[in-house]
């Protein structure tokens, strides 16, 4: 299968992109962001582990720690729920992915039979006993025997993985791509070009003015302008280092104004960039996306000049780049 891996500084419009996409009958698509290639402990850190960062501890700890995080995404309770809504409240995080149920839109009995071949497609023993770094309270004790790998055995492996749960997911209806719209897929490109040699990468941008005011009002977003400018400019700067190394042919940019208030002419330009055939659904879905929904220009009204004076040194470069009056 091909990915469609969607990426863009957060609240830039990548999942507004993802639910136009995943419209095409040849895509399928989950709900939630994937997050589990990308983020910390995921397939990228699992795969530098049993390669070229291999070590018999280091291989041990990443299967751990990708296990770990897939059954932690795997579902969630009412008593979970109720955690989630109250302990922010009172300046506490809430156990990690509590509401993501990977394992819901895949199918429990599924994910976790699959998640179990996958580990043992990496580990040729697991040891009854414990080293210094094993999880705490294990109960029983193990450690995973694994590596070290070729990056090319592990990439075919994870990519094996990732096409199953979505075939699974699509019903095994001959889909031929699936989609993901976990924002930092971007500043990940290189390895993820790695391990999905095919993927097609769309970074969705939009005034980073906006976004910051749109950054502000999520617990994870920040609480101050500075500080969330400075976050935005070195993404937005990293991201313009890695583009660089990338092939033209593997990476689209498309601004969010453009799919707000001009759809049309881009849906032939995803279709022939991402390999699918043209389907009046995938336009009809991407007529949906209406310029008041994305609330362009939000930032004139929600930051103050005080603000803007002192945030345009770190997002002016950004801004004249892509086209944005400053």
């Given at each position: 299968m091909i990915p469609i891996l969607i990426g863009g500084t957060g609240r830039s419009g990548t999942s507004i992109l993802k639910r136009a996409l995943a419209s095409h009958p040849n895509v399928v698509s989950i709900p939630n962001e994937l997050r589990v290639i990308?983020?910390?402990?995921?397939?990228?850190?699992?795969?530098?582990?049993?390669?070229?960062?291999?070590?018999?501890?280091?291989?041990?700890?990443?299967?751990?720690?990708?296990?770990?995080?897939?059954?932690?995404?795997?579902?969630?309770?009412?008593?979970?729920?109720?955690?989630?809504?109250?302990?922010?409240?009172l300046g506490i995080s809430p156990p990690r992915y509590a509401t993501w149920q990977l394992g819901h839109f895949f199918g429990v009995r599924y994910?976790?039979?699959?998640?179990?071949?996958?580990?043992?497609?990496?580990?040729?023993?697991v040891t009854g006993g414990s080293w210094v770094g094993s999880p705490a309270y294990q109960m029983p004790a193990r450690i995973y025997e694994a590596g070290s790998f070729s990056p090319d055995?592990?990439?075919?492996?994870?990519?094996?993985?990732?096409?199953d749960l979505f075939r699974h997911r699509g019903g095994d209806a001959g889909q031929t791509h699936w989609i993901d719209d976990?924002?930092?897929?971007?500043?990940?490109?290189?390895?993820?070009?790695?391990?999905?040699?095919?993927?097609?990468?769309?970074?969705?941008?939009?005034?980073?003015?906006?976004?910051?005011?749109s950054h502000r009002n999520f617990r994870w977003g920040g609480d101050d302008p500075v500080a969330i400018a400075q976050r935005l400019s070195n993404l937005m700067r990293f991201w313009v280092q890695i583009r660089g190394q990338l092939p033209s042919s593997a990476y689209m940019e498309i601004g969010l104004e453009a799919l707000a208030t001009t759809p049309t002419p881009l849906v032939t330009q995803i279709c022939q960039f991402v390999g699918l055939p043209f389907d009046e659904r995938l336009e009809a879905g991407l007529r949906r996306?209406?310029?008041?929904?994305?609330?362009?220009?939000?930032?004139?009204?929600?930051?103050?000049?005080?603000?803007l004076t002192a945030v345009l040194p770190y997002l002016a470069p950004f801004l004249e780049a892509y086209g944005y009056a400053v």
């Open positions: 990308a983020d910390p402990g995921g397939a990228l850190d699992l795969k530098a582990a049993l390669t070229y960062r291999w070590s018999p501890y280091n291989a041990d700890h990443a299967i751990q720690r990708f296990r770990r995080l897939l059954l932690d995404c795997a579902s969630t309770n009412l008593w979970t729920r109720a955690v989630v809504l109250v302990l922010p409240r994910y976790r039979r699959r998640l179990d071949r996958l580990i043992d497609d990496l580990s040729y023993h055995e592990v990439s075919e492996i994870l990519r094996d993985f990732f096409d976990t924002p930092y897929n971007f500043v990940h490109a290189r390895d993820l070009l790695d391990l999905f040699p095919n993927l097609r990468l769309i970074h969705v941008y939009r005034d980073l003015r906006d976004v910051l005011a996306i209406q310029p008041d929904r994305v609330h362009m220009g939000r930032w004139k009204h929600e930051l103050s000049n005080d603000e």
